[in-house]
């Protein structure tokens, strides 16, 4: 069935180095994306989104950048901080729906 | 101001019992929508709830049902629990009803079936 994957399970960067995380997608009519960061024992805390008429959203250190044609979606984190080691998941959401589809997600490791 | 909040924060229970889980969304919020997380994969949709009424389902079996109050707030059951339903089971709420809402997330109820 169509879902949203992740390219890589896991990534191991250095605290100050910047982070970029895959995900793709496989239909083509979800106009509507969400980026998570999910802490151990917590939540999924809402981190940025973006709608199918943008390619690119810059937040706090953070810019999602969509790319229909390949239908893919990253999300970039600068200046990486340990507290950004988590697990990130990207959720799509396709109109008329209200719910939200998530990939397994990715672990992002910051190391001192 | 709260986020959303879950009741009880962890359960624990037996095959072929029946659990209630609770949940309050944002003030101001009036969409509802529980997910189960199951230990290393994503959340998975299952019900969502707009001013009392059902608005979406996912696929899950009959045993799984939910409501929402005149508050907002909303209960999820599961009856015949199975070892297969022991799970992370989400909450999150969004301010209105419609696709490219975002809906933020409570930290959840854990259970766990014996």
């Known amino acids: 069935g169509e879902s949203v994957g992740l390219h890589l399970p896991t990534l191991s960067v250095q605290e100050g180095d910047n982070s970029i995380i895959n995900c793709a997608y496989s239909?083509?009519?979800?106009?509507?994306f969400i980026w998570y960061k999910q802490e151990s024992g917590k939540g999924p805390q809402f981190i940025i989104d973006?709608?199918?008429?943008?390619d690119k959203r810059q937040g706090q250190r953070v810019t999602v950048l969509l790319n229909k044609t390949v239908k893919h979606l990253s999300l970039q984190i600068a200046a990486t901080q340990p507290g950004d080691s988590a697990v990130y998941f990207c959720a799509e959401n396709i109109a008329p729906w209200e719910d939200m589809r998530f990939g397994a997600g990715t672990r992002l490791t910051v190391k001192p | 101001d709260a986020g959303v909040t879950q009741s009880p924060t962890h359960l624990i229970k037996t095959r072929g019992q029946h659990v209630t889980l609770r949940c309050s969304p944002i003030?101001?919020?009036?969409?509802v929508s529980w997910y189960q997380q199951v230990l290393g994969q994503g959340p998975q949709f299952i019900f969502q709830y707009y001013e009392k009424e059902e608005r979406g389902r996912g696929n899950f079996p009959d045993r799984f049902s939910a409501r929402q109050f005149p508050n907002y707030s909303s209960e999820l059951n599961v009856n015949a629990l199975l070892l297969g339903d022991s799970a992370l089971y989400l909450c999150?709420?969004?301010?209105?009803w419609g696709a490219g809402q975002p809906q933020h997330f409570g930290d959840g109820t854990r259970l766990s079936i014996l």
């Open positions: 239909n083509s009519a979800s106009d509507y």
């Open positions: 003030s101001g919020h009036k969409s």
């Open positions: 973006i709608r199918s008429n943008m």
């Open positions: 999150a709420s969004s301010s209105a």
